[in-house]
């Protein structure tokens, strides 16, 4: 099973040039970071996939090396996001990665899920998904985002949202901003201990994100 985390820039970086899964230093990718790397030396480095959804330069390969910038979707108005989306071509070079694989877990804020212009699509006859602009029902989608936004999600049965805001971060102690990240790290410690078979059942109960970060209190 092909598995990809998208998450999103922090405002925290290096200062230097570096590879994009290196570059940001902020508690939610760091954290998640932990994860994968969990993950993959226990699996191999196919195990887990990452993109990562950055407001200058658009959806980034972990290995594209880039600058540091101070550029954010966070505190933009809706039509100033989807303006810098639209030539960021977001939707569509997100619908075309997401395509090609069997669970995809967003860790996204507010503005970034709005920078997607959701929903990603479906597939339909004739050449593959990703090259007619759709994302096949096989693909399943796990969002990670505030209750709050839950009206950002659309109702599909391979799109799911899982509750991860204030609620959950006072529940597991963690702040706002390095909740997604940790989450996504318990997921990860959990599948090395238990195998990656559970990323299938979490495929099929994406609700079992949640679930585990509280078990592992």
């Not at 204030?166 to 990860?188: D, E, Y």
């Amino acid at each position: 099973m092909k598995t990809l985390v998208i998450s999103s820039c922090t405002s925290k970086k290096l200062n230097h040039n570096a590879p994009a899964a290196e570059m940001y230093t902020g508690q939610q990718h760091t954290l998640l970071m932990e994860g994968v790397n969990q993950v993959r030396t226990r699996y191999g480095q196919s195990a887990l996939d990452l993109a990562i959804i950055s407001a200058e330069y658009g959806l980034l390969n972990e290995r594209d090396v880039i600058s540091p910038y101070n550029v954010t979707f966070q505190g933009m108005k809706k039509a100033e996001i989807l303006e810098k989306s639209r030539r960021l071509q977001l939707h569509e070079r997100v619908t075309e990665l997401i395509a090609r694989y069997d669970t995809v877990f967003f860790l996204l804020g507010k503005e970034y899920v709005q920078a997607l212009q959701l929903p990603l699509g479906e597939s339909g006859p004739g050449e593959p998904a990703y090259r007619r602009g759709g994302v096949p029902e096989s693909v399943t989608q796990i969002f990670l985002l505030g209750a709050s936004y839950r009206r950002l999600i659309p109702d599909a049965p391979n799109v799911h949202f899982v509750p991860a805001g204030s609620a959950l971060s006072q529940t597991l102690g963690v702040m706002g901003v390095a909740l997604k990240g940790f989450v996504f790290k318990k997921m990860c410690e959990a599948v090395c201990r238990e195998g990656l078979n559970l990323f299938e059942d979490i495929r099929r109960n994406p609700q079992m994100v949640r679930d585990i970060a509280m078990e592992s209190q």
